[in-house]
């Protein structure tokens, strides 16, 4: 998981420093992920790694609803992109349907009952997420090269 958000990096950087930030914070939750996932007993207890990870989970699930999506659908409008805002029209409610679930699962250890079941689950959803919002990162951002190569 951490090499592909690496990989993200490295096509998309530079592209918007908001997206850099988000970027950087994934990579943050991925080591976060990578960590609490070498130690399961981490997840019988509330520890300060789990509540960590779990602040790192809701604020980059928080940033990509409150800023990126908008961000990237607000520059697909700019630029009359109709294939991304297709493209937004069809992920979004899939990305709608992981983040309920992520953040039912930072409930559950806000409650003490996170389970490594529900973490590992938890695994798969992240890199489903990281993929969808890869797809839109990267439609936003061929838009901006097509834009720059006939403005040029």
Same mark, same amino acid.
């Given at each position: 998981?951490?090499?592909?958000?690496?990989?993200?990096?490295?096509?998309?950087?530079?592209?918007?420093?908001?997206?850099?930030?988000?970027?950087?914070?994934?990579?943050?939750?991925?080591?976060?992920?990578?960590?609490?996932?070498?130690?399961?007993? +981490?997840?019988?207890?509330? %520890?300060?790694?789990?509540?960590?990870?779990?602040?790192?989970?809701?604020?980059?699930?928080?940033?990509?609803?409150?800023?990126?999506?908008?961000?990237? %659908?607000?520059?697909?409008?700019?630029?009359?992109?109709?294939?991304?805002?297709?493209?937004?029209? %069809?992920?979004?409610?899939?990305?709608?349907?992981?983040?309920?679930?992520?953040? +039912?699962?930072?409930?559950?250890?806000?409650?003490?009952?996170?389970?490594?079941?529900?973490?590992?689950?938890?695994?798969?959803?992240?890199?489903?997420?990281?993929?969808?919002?890869?797809?839109?990162?990267?439609?936003?951002?061929? +838009?901006?090269?097509?834009?720059?190569?006939?403005?040029?």
């Amino acid at each position: 998981m951490l090499e592909s958000c690496q990989n993200a990096q490295e096509r998309w950087g530079g592209v918007h420093k908001l997206i850099d930030r988000w970027l950087l914070e994934r990579n943050k939750l991925i080591k976060d992920y990578d960590a609490l996932g070498e130690k399961p007993e +981490a997840l019988s207890e509330t %520890t300060k790694q789990l509540q960590e990870f779990c602040g790192t989970l809701v604020d980059y699930v928080s940033a990509g609803h409150f800023e990126i999506y908008e961000q990237l %659908t607000g520059e697909a409008k700019a630029f009359n992109d109709q294939r991304g805002l297709e493209l937004a029209d %069809t992920l979004y409610p899939r990305i709608d349907v992981i983040t309920e679930k992520l953040l +039912a699962f930072n409930d559950l250890c806000d409650e003490g009952k996170c389970v490594a079941e529900k973490f590992k689950e938890l695994g798969g959803l992240l890199h489903e997420r990281f993929e969808l919002e890869d797809c839109l990162i990267e439609v936003l951002h061929n +838009a901006h090269k097509h834009q720059d190569a006939v403005q040029a």
